[in-house]
């Protein structure tokens, strides 16, 4: 579904990106994990148009992205979930997921957002609150929801657990796992490696814009390197 290869991004001197292949097959969730400044989420701006690479392809079932705008990338059916978790503050839960429609013209966007509404019980509890004062949870549901609205067949969620409490991060993972159950490929970035690892089928490991390992998350989880570097010494 998704073939990047040699993928270089840059700002300005800084070499963020620096010949990255990856691929990411339909109904997979693939985790990408590293540390801080690795170049995780430069991947994932490139790959929606968010950044323009400097080297290499981008495709997506075939086709090339790059040099297309992030906009008419959204419409292919590729969606991203930014970090930080911007919601719009000043409108309810409901208008903030209809937001993600957007780009959509047809007469089932009322459907979709009962669909959304249905899988996170929590927004719709709060459909009609404000979306600055929900929790972080929460606010990390909605951001998902409403690139649900987009009706992606990829989505890319970057650092969903990032700030939460261990019990939040579980709830929204179990909740990338069961989007993933329901038909939607995932390209997951994380700093939380355990968990990543553990709702992950493959995963890749990043260092200073390099991919260092590769393969299917099980085996990633309990390699040496992996466990020394990422997962605090102790596999689980
Ligand atoms: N807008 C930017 N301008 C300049 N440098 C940036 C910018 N965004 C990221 N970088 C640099 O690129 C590298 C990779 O960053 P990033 O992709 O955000 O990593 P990660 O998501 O893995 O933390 C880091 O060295 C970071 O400082
Ligand atoms: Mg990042």
């Known amino acids: 579904m998704l073939q990047i290869e040699g993928l ?34 430069s991947i994932l701006r490139a790959v929606s148009g968010l950044v323009r690479p400097r080297g290499g392809s981008i495709k997506f079932g075939g086709r090339e992205l790059r040099g297309l705008r992030a906009d008419q990338i959204t419409r292919l059916g590729l969606s991203q979930v930014p970090e930080g978790r911007a919601v719009l503050a000043r409108m309810t839960v409901r208008e903030n997921l209809l937001m993600g429609a957007y780009a ?13 509404l249905d899988r996170f019980p929590r927004l719709a509890e709060r459909r009609n609150q404000l979306a600055g004062t929900l929790s972080g949870g929460e606010q990390q549901m909605l951001v998902m929801g409403r690139a649900l609205m987009a009706r992606p067949r990829l989505l890319l ?10 019990l939040v991060v579980q709830e929204v993972l179990r909740l990338v796992r069961q989007i993933n159950q329901e038909g939607t ?6 700093q939380n490696a355990r968990q990543a690892l553990r709702i992950a089928h493959r995963a890749y490991v990043l260092e200073t814009g390099r991919v260092t390992l590769s393969g299917p998350a099980s085996e990633l989880a309990r390699d040496e390197r992996v466990v020394a570097a990422y997962l605090g010494g102790h596999a689980s």
């Not at 959509?104 to 959304?116: Q, W």
């Not at 969620?157 to 261990?166: H, K």
């Open 185 to 190: 490929t995932v390209l997951l970035v994380e």
């Open 157 to 166: 969620l970057d650092e969903p657990s990032m700030g939460l409490a261990p």
């Open 104 to 116: 959509r013209a047809d007469r089932e966007v009322e459907a979709d957002l009962n669909r959304v």
């Open 8 to 41: 270089e991004v840059a700002y300005g001197m800084v070499a963020a990106v620096r010949g990255v292949d990856l691929t990411v097959a339909e109904g997979e969730i693939v985790s990408l994990i590293g540390a801080n400044g690795a170049g995780k989420s």
